[in-house]
């Protein structure tokens, strides 16, 4: 009987079953950012551990950088405290470190890929749950806790469960208009929020097969919204063509073994699934968030459904993101007014979602309406030199635009990007949860890029497919 | 100390609502720090805030629900940011929340959540219900959490609950703690890593 990626990628790296019945996962990439890891490095401190591979740990700076000048001291003490402790804690223990200075900062899910440090059959574990983003390159990927990352430092390992494994194939082709973002936002909307707890989600079909790279991160980042801790996609050419050449994958005969072994990991034809479901692409639409969690959301064209639509248990919830959201039931999404437009993140922070917004925008010679504030943030700065390069940075600031400095920003909002009171915020990234970008009143709404773009042009939600058309 | 965590005894408290997020258990903003001290007096501050505003108060703010050490919530808890400043928010407030009660959690809320040696254990929807109306009708009742039995305990109900036999394992041997233990397999661990194609630079 065949196994799935998951399976062969955790026998490769399980050192032996513990006690407890749960494994010793070898992990093959960690990611350390400055928000959860300067207890894990305390604690190691205190314990008097060394790490055991420092050179399987990689660093840098996303959450707390401010995004108007990255200049130092920031004005924010505590995060410049927060970065200092990195540095320190970088230095004192031999790890290497993407630094603003040196131009490889950025988002910890953006320059993993970009920089070529994420392979297919690794294990890729970081204190961060989007995480998952990396198993768009087939490899196990997922976020952890700072007493595992003082573990993963200690120990070059975790305590980890087995995971079943659900199949997701998404059949056809995506109309026109409707992107990555769509296609995992409607896969929430249909598994729920909690949906994938207990599995890895092994993303399949014909759609993720046409997806490039940066489509299949968007999806895999994610799965960790709809329950699953993990997702992937197996590897194949669009995965190898990404990667060839980047500064960390192997060369010449290193690069050919690694294609075959690659080859080898991904799924078997007859692997057995816990559970598969199906998708047609030809179902989705271009996708709004209209509640507090990511999984409630509608199509473009849709209306805001009414608690009694929804199973008993969930109603409470959604009575509570109508109110918070302010939505009455049976209202359009369409027309929704909006202050603020954010276009970054680990989710759509990379050079495919911006140059598809330059490209629209242009086209259209649109300006972003009088009373919006459009951000954009590049996911790196490697993506924001690339965006410069082709002089999209233009595009963006003569269409009303800020183009700013890359990092996490508005997305969870721990640097001054930050709604205010009761603002609505378009948003490219991965959570509409209460107070998640910044005001504990404030109010995002999820799409893609271009539904973003549309947002900001019109000042209102628009349908990105008519405004760019 | 004593780590293992047979069973737990105190006062409840009940935090309703499905799908509750780390972002709302500790706001991103508490988050600009290299401790985990002081979260405790953060723990669901903006949800309190908008509570107090509207008139009826968040539970962390009601009197009655002082030196509670059980939290009794409703389904998908802790989904969202893999930030261990959540339960360590939890652990923090007030007398600390020692263990959690509800129907599901989230998975990496749940494993931060044995790292710091607090169970948490399921139950159905209707148990909870009764374990909620029982705790909100009698705050000082006591309520129990065996992690030896798989039950709850409020008054007069004791309840079947489930915690999946490793953690349950781990918290009965006092073992949550795992860096000790992983670190024993050091040899295996290197051996291990001296196999993988990766490891040795794809080289055959």
């Known amino acids: 009987m065949g196994k799935t990626l998951y399976e062969k990628v955790f026998e490769r790296h399980a050192v032996r079953q513990l006690p407890s019945g749960q494994y010793q996962l070898l992990m093959g990439l960690h990611l350390v950012h400055e928000v959860t890891s300067p207890q894990a490095f305390q604690m190691l401190r205190e314990q008097g551990l060394p790490i055991l591979m420092p050179e399987r740990t990689f660093a840098t700076v996303d959450h707390i950088i401010p995004t108007k000048s990255q200049l130092r001291p920031f004005a924010d003490s505590l995060a410049e405290q927060m970065l200092e402790h990195l540095e320190a804690n970088v230095r004192d223990y031999g790890i290497r470190y993407f630094s603003p200075e040196d131009g490889s900062q950025g988002v910890v899910h953006v320059i993993g890929p970009e920089l070529g440090l994420t392979q297919p059959g690794m294990t890729i574990c970081c204190g961060d749950s989007h995480t998952s983003t990396h198993g768009a390159f087939g490899a196990i990927a997922f976020g952890i806790g700072t007493s595992q990352v003082r573990d993963v430092l200690a120990t070059q390992c975790l305590a980890m469960d087995r995971l079943k494994v659900r199949r997701i194939e998404v059949h056809g082709s995506l109309g026109p208009g409707v992107y990555p973002k769509d296609v995992v936002l409607f896969i929430i909307n249909r598994l729920g929020v909690q949906g994938g707890v207990g599995y890895a989600y092994e993303f399949a079909g014909e759609v993720f097969d046409r997806m490039d790279m940066e489509g299949r991160m968007t999806v895999c980042n994610m799965s960790i919204e709809g329950g699953a801790r993990c997702g992937y996609v197996n590897p194949d050419t669009t995965t190898y063509q990404y990667l060839e050449g980047r500064q960390y994958c192997p060369q010449g005969k290193a690069w050919d073994a690694a294609v075959r072994d690659w080859d080898g990991i991904r799924s078997d034809p007859d692997a057995q699934y816990d559970d598969v479901v199906r998708f047609d692409a030809a179902e989705i639409e271009p996708m709004v968030t209209w509640g507090i969690t990511p999984g409630q959301s509608t199509g473009v064209r849709g209306r805001i459904p009414s608690a009694e639509s929804f199973a008993v248990d969930e109603q409470a919830t959604v009575r509570e993101a109508h109110r918070y959201m302010d939505f009455e039931p049976g209202q359009a999404i369409l027309g929704t007014k909006i202050d603020v437009a954010f276009i970054g993140s680990c989710t759509n922070g990379r050079f495919s979602d911006f140059e598809e917004v330059a490209r629209l925008v242009q086209r259209s010679g649109s300006k972003v309406a009088p009373h919006v504030r459009a951000l954009i943030v590049p996911g790196s700065q490697s993506v924001r030199r690339a965006l410069v390069d082709h002089g999209y940075d233009r595009v963006f600031t003569d269409a009303g635009f800020e183009f700013r400095e890359a990092g996490c920003s508005m997305c969870l909002a721990m640097n001054p990007d930050k709604l205010q009171g009761r603002e609505v915020c378009a948003s490219s990234s991965n959570r509409n949860f209460k107070g998640r970008q910044g005001s504990p009143q404030g109010r995002t709404l999820l799409m893609s890029p271009a539904m973003v773009a549309a947002a900001a042009v019109r000042g209102e939600v628009a349908d990105a497919r008519e405004v760019f058309a | ?204």
């Open chain 2, 1 to 204: 100390m004593d780590t293992k965590r047979v069973r737990i005894e105190g006062r409840g408290i009940v935090v309703r609502g499905n799908d509750i997020d780390t972002d709302r258990i500790i706001p991103a903003r508490f988050l600009r720090t290299v401790t985990f001290e002081g979260l405790g007096d953060h723990a669901f501050e903006d949800d309190r805030i908008a509570s107090t505003q509207s008139g009826a108060p968040h539970p962390f703010d009601q009197p009655r629900f002082a030196g509670a050490r059980i939290l009794l919530v409703n389904g998908n808890f802790g989904c969202g940011s893999s930030r261990e400043h959540a339960p360590q928010a939890l652990a923090r407030w007030g007398a600390g929340i020692q263990a959690i009660v509800g129907v599901s959690f989230a998975e990496i809320f749940f494993g931060n959540c044995v790292a710091l040696g607090i169970p948490c254990i399921r139950v159905s929807v209707t148990d909870i219900e009764a374990l909620m109306q029982a705790v909100e009708g009698d705050p000082r009742l006591a309520v129990s959490v065996d992690v030896a039995k798989r039950t709850v305990g409020a008054g007069a109900l004791t309840i079947t609950a489930v915690i999946p036999d490793g953690p349950r394992q781990q918290f009965l041997e006092g073992i949550w703690d795992s860096t000790a233990e992983l670190l024993t397999a050091k040899a295996e661990v290197l051996e291990r890593a001296s196999q993988l194609p990766y490891m040795r630079g794809y080289v055959q």
